[in-house]
């Protein structure tokens, strides 16, 4: 029904993903957004608001309101009210608006994460308390005992990635529970940037919006969400903000001031099609990913020195490659063609984060160039102990 194996040729389009090694052999695998097509829902709606030719200044009209209520009830059980949502162009700058509107000398984070985590809190002249996430029972998960040890009186936010980019760890409700009363406990505002929501891969994991837990934390929190990874539409810049709390939304937006507009009219046309029309696709799309993922899971299994822990969300690998003793593993891994995100960013140059949101054919390139790098590495060993 939808076609995720068509060829799509973006190297024609201005596209980050695919112009950062123009002209070279290199595969990109980068950056967080996939190389399918978005739904035809929101094709067909595009072009239908195209063709009316007109583009002047636009608000926002009561179906996206609806569309985005009635996606969020649906698939999380969440029911949420229209003055809550706030449009902003996009999770980083809504990230960057909440280091800005909380009062607060430092933000408390974990690593690895997403460097606009870390970005945003010193943009705003914010210290940054970064918790190293730790590994148990083969999944990355929160820290609370280094939480308790590292927080300090004058931080009063913590910011939260859920699901985790770069790890695909979806919190279960217990870790979130755990989270909401050490953030309550501490009076701290809660910023969730939960964009990769709708990317479930594990059919055992749920996604659940902290807020959702209790009235108390809800009106602590900022609710960042988008349709932009999930149906492959970012350069659209559309998202929102959802902010119970009256007094919370209004600082938010006193901060925004005139500083950030009104989203795209195409984001927002987009957006409603997706919302309303596109959970056929987006089921179609998990169990592709799901595919995907299995491949890079055999990958990494049959390459000893690589390591991939449960990955429960998002069309992203985080891989653990410390075990190769090389000096750059991004470099490594781009001297045989493939353009991976180096962790150093992300806070560990000793991983690399594999984007495998493409086609399978191509993915089958990317995976075979990176076992070209493993096997090499094999040969200089054996040419070692030969000497």
């Given at each position: 029904?939808?076609?995720?194996d068509?060829?799509?040729d973006?190297?024609?389009?201005?596209?980050?993903?695919?112009?950062?090694y123009?002209g070279?052999?290199?595969i990109p695998?980068?950056?967080?957004?996939?190389?399918?097509?978005?739904?035809?829902?929101?094709?067909?709606?595009?072009?239908?608001?195209?063709?009316e030719?007109?583009?002047?200044?636009?608000?926002?009209?009561?179906?996206?309101?609806?569309?985005?209520?009635?996606?969020?009830?649906?698939?999380?059980?969440?029911?949420?009210?229209?003055?809550?949502?706030?449009?902003?162009h996009?999770?980083?700058?809504?990230?960057?608006?909440?280091?800005?509107?909380?009062?607060?000398q430092?933000?408390?984070?974990t690593?690895p994460?997403?460097?606009?985590?870390?970005?945003?809190?010193?943009y705003?002249?914010?210290e940054?308390?970064?918790?190293?996430?730790?590994?148990?029972?083969?999944?990355?998960?929160?820290d609370?005992?280094?939480?308790?040890a590292?927080?300090?009186?004058?931080?009063?936010l913590?910011?939260?990635?859920?699901?985790?980019?770069?790890?695909?760890?979806?919190?279960?409700?217990?870790?979130?529970?755990?989270?909401?009363?050490?953030?309550?406990?501490?009076?701290?505002?809660?910023?969730?940037?939960?964009?990769?929501?709708?990317?479930?891969?594990?059919?055992?994991?749920?996604?659940i919006?902290?807020?959702?837990?209790?009235?108390?934390?809800?009106?602590?929190?900022?609710?960042?969400?988008?349709?932009?990874?999930?149906?492959?539409?970012?350069g659209?810049?559309?998202?929102f903000?959802?902010?119970?709390?009256?007094?919370?939304?209004?600082?938010?937006?006193?901060?925004?001031?005139?500083?950030?507009?009104?989203?795209?009219?195409?984001?927002?046309c987009?957006?409603?099609?997706?919302?309303?029309?596109g959970?056929?696709?987006?089921?179609a799309?998990?169990?592709?990913?799901?595919?995907?993922?299995?491949?890079v899971?055999?990958?990494?299994?049959?390459?000893?020195?690589?390591?991939?822990?449960?990955?429960e969300?998002?069309?992203?690998?985080?891989?653990?490659?410390?075990?190769?003793?090389?000096?750059?593993?991004?470099?490594?891994?781009?001297?045989?063609?493939?353009?991976?995100?180096?962790?150093?960013?992300f806070?560990?140059?000793?991983?690399?984060?594999?984007n495998?949101?493409?086609?399978?054919?191509?993915?089958?390139?990317?995976?075979?160039?990176?076992?070209?790098?493993m096997?090499?590495?094999?040969?200089?060993?054996?040419?070692?102990?030969?000497?």
């Amino acid at each position: 029904m939808f076609d995720f194996d068509e060829v799509i040729d973006r190297t024609k389009s201005s596209c980050e993903k695919w112009d950062k090694y123009k002209g070279q052999n290199i595969i990109p695998a980068w950056v967080a957004d996939m190389d399918f097509k978005s739904p035809p829902c929101v094709i067909e709606a595009l072009e239908q608001r195209v063709r009316e030719g007109v583009f002047g200044y636009t608000g926002v009209d009561e179906e996206t309101y609806d569309a985005i209520i009635s996606f969020i009830k649906r698939h999380y059980d969440w029911e949420i009210q229209k003055e809550w949502v706030v449009f902003t162009h996009g999770v980083v700058s809504s990230m960057n608006l909440a280091c800005l509107s909380v009062d607060t000398q430092s933000v408390m984070t974990t690593t690895p994460i997403y460097p606009h985590f870390i970005k945003a809190p010193h943009y705003a002249q914010k210290e940054v308390l970064a918790i190293a996430m730790k590994e148990e029972n083969n999944r990355w998960v929160l820290d609370y005992e280094a939480m308790e040890a590292t927080i300090t009186p004058t931080c009063k936010l913590f910011m939260l990635c859920n699901p985790y980019n770069p790890a695909g760890t979806v919190f279960t409700c217990k870790e979130l529970e755990a989270l909401s009363a050490f953030c309550l406990k501490h009076d701290l505002t809660l910023c969730s940037d939960e964009i990769h929501a709708d990317l479930l891969l594990n059919p055992d994991a749920k996604h659940i919006p902290i807020a959702s837990l209790n009235e108390a934390i809800a009106q602590k929190s900022i609710t960042l969400m988008a349709p932009s990874k999930t149906f492959n539409i970012a350069g659209l810049q559309a998202s929102f903000a959802i902010i119970p709390s009256f007094e919370l939304r209004k600082r938010f937006q006193k901060t925004m001031g005139s500083m950030v507009g009104g989203v795209n009219l195409l984001g927002l046309c987009a957006l409603k099609a997706a919302y309303t029309d596109g959970d056929a696709w987006l089921k179609a799309l998990r169990l592709y990913l799901a595919d995907n993922l299995k491949m890079v899971q055999d990958f990494v299994a049959k390459n000893p020195k690589l390591k991939l822990l449960n990955q429960e969300a998002t069309f992203l690998a985080w891989i653990d490659v410390s075990a190769l003793h090389v000096k750059s593993p991004y470099a490594f891994f781009l001297s045989f063609g493939v353009g991976l995100s180096d962790g150093e960013p992300f806070g560990n140059k000793q991983f690399v984060r594999l984007n495998f949101g493409t086609r399978r054919a191509l993915l089958v390139q990317i995976l075979d160039k990176m076992q070209d790098a493993m096997d090499s590495l094999k040969k200089e060993e054996n040419n070692e102990r030969c000497h």
